[in-house]
Each structure stands twice: as C-alpha cells, then as structure tokens.
C-alpha cells in the first residue's frame, strides 16, 4: 500500500513539474520590450537627420543589452522603420556595445 501511495505521490508531482514548465513564459519573450518602451527609450537616438548616440549606462542601452536581436526587431513596428535612420541604428549598436541587428538597417 505504501508503495502505491509513493508512486502516485512522485506520479503527481511529476504532473505537477511539467504544467509549470508548459505554462512559465520562457525569458526572451519576457524580456521583449513593447514597441512603446522601445521607441519611449530609444526613439530619440534613431529619429532625425543627425540624432546623439545614447549613453551607454542610459535606458535605451539597457533595453538593447538585455533583450535578444528578433526580440528587438519584432518590436519595432513596420510603419516606423522608414522613419528609422541606418545610420543612426549603427551609432547606436556602437554606443551600446550590442552586436545584434535588423534586417534593413
């Protein structure tokens, strides 16, 4: 009868286990900025004919260290990036010391 008892106790914790890992949002998608904190962070740095870098301890910097590449780019919207300068975009991956980039900047 114990052993049933045990079976069933480790049976269920096992359950248990697994819905928590199906149902915990991994990091990256948590870590994922929404397009407003993106451009409320950093539209300043990108926007404009000649935009200053960010400063590397600044919100901006921080956003783009701790968030993955796709993550960064899926947040930036479509109708933005024609407004968005390549330019700008490479001063800022430089002021950040980020590596990651979009595809068309």
């Known amino acids: 009868m114990a052993s049933s ?3 069933l106790f480790f049976g269920s914790a096992f359950v248990v286990m ?3 890992v199906i149902t915990i949002p ?7 900025p929404s397009p407003q904190i993106l451009f409320a962070a950093c539209g300043q740095y990108v926007l404009g004919r000649n ?3 960010p400063p590397y301890a600044g919100k901006c910097c921080n956003i783009l260290r701790s968030s993955s590449a ?3 780019c899926s947040s930036i919207p479509a109708y933005a990036r024609s407004s968005i300068s390549a330019k700008a ?3 800022v991956r430089s002021s950040c010391r980020v590596s990651g980039s979009c595809p068309g900047f």
Do not use: E, G, R
Not at 26 to 32: G, H, L, R, Y
């Open 18 to 20: 697994l819905m928590m």
């Open 89 to 91: 975009v490479s001063n």
């Open 51 to 53: 935009p200053p870098p």
């Open 5 to 7: 008892k045990t079976a």
């Open 70 to 72: 796709s993550c960064i």
């Open 26 to 32: 991994s990091d990256v998608d948590a870590a994922c």
